[in-house]
């Protein structure tokens, strides 16, 4: 096995690792947990500019949605990198300074753009589950593919915020779009 090869069996392994208990004790991982297991591991593969500190990585979730208390439960107090892991909910886009990621779920699509406005330009890594996530301007979407949560990414989004992306995890995205920035993927 190659090291790409190798690479992409060790974050396919790490994004199924947090459900595997649920699954090994008779219970299927919701929907919801298997989105939050997959932002945990997404800040394992991603690297932020310099300019983004390197204070507690922060996880927030924009409105109501209902997979904010699951997401709360399985990513809060965890660490990366030696990283305390924050998980917030944002009532409003303008209060999303402070963070690191950006879950916008299905619930808050008639927000969306709201939010993803307010973080153009941002070292912010957006993520959703809403169907045209991507046309919008998020940078990872999540999808169903048969009944398995699954990703694509737009990589012109990240660029645009100066967020790179781990060419491991864009092995695993059911589909990549767009051009990785100067240098590439690390």
């Known amino acids: 096995m190659n090291r790409v090869q190798h690479g992409a069996t060790r974050l396919a392994s790490l994004l199924i690792g947090a459900v595997l208990l649920q699954t090994a004790l008779g219970q299927k991982p919701s929907r919801d ?4 297991a997959y932002l945990y591991n997404f800040g394992k593969f991603v690297r932020w500019p310099e300019s983004a500190g390197r204070g507690p990585l922060v996880v927030c979730v924009a409105g109501e949605d209902p997979s904010e208390p699951t997401i709360r439960r399985l990513v809060g ?38 939010f993803l406005a307010a973080s153009e330009g941002k070292p912010i890594l957006t993520v959703g589950d809403a169907p ?32 790179a992306l781990s060419s491991e ?5 059911v589909a990549v779009t767009g051009k990785p920035a100067a240098g590439g993927a690390k």
């Open 33 to 36: 947990e298997v989105q939050a």
């Open 132 to 163: 045209d996530f991507l046309a919008r301007g998020g940078m990872i979407q999540f999808v169903l593919v048969g009944d398995h949560v699954r990703f694509s990414v737009n990589l012109d989004a990240c660029t645009r915020h100066g967020v």
């Open 169 to 173: 995890l864009l092995k695993v995205a």
């Open 77 to 114: 107090g965890e660490q990366i990198d030696g990283r305390r892991i924050e998980e917030r909910a944002l009532d409003r886009p303008q209060d999303e300074s402070d963070c690191s990621m950006l879950f916008i779920g299905v619930a808050e699509q008639d927000r969306e753009d709201g």
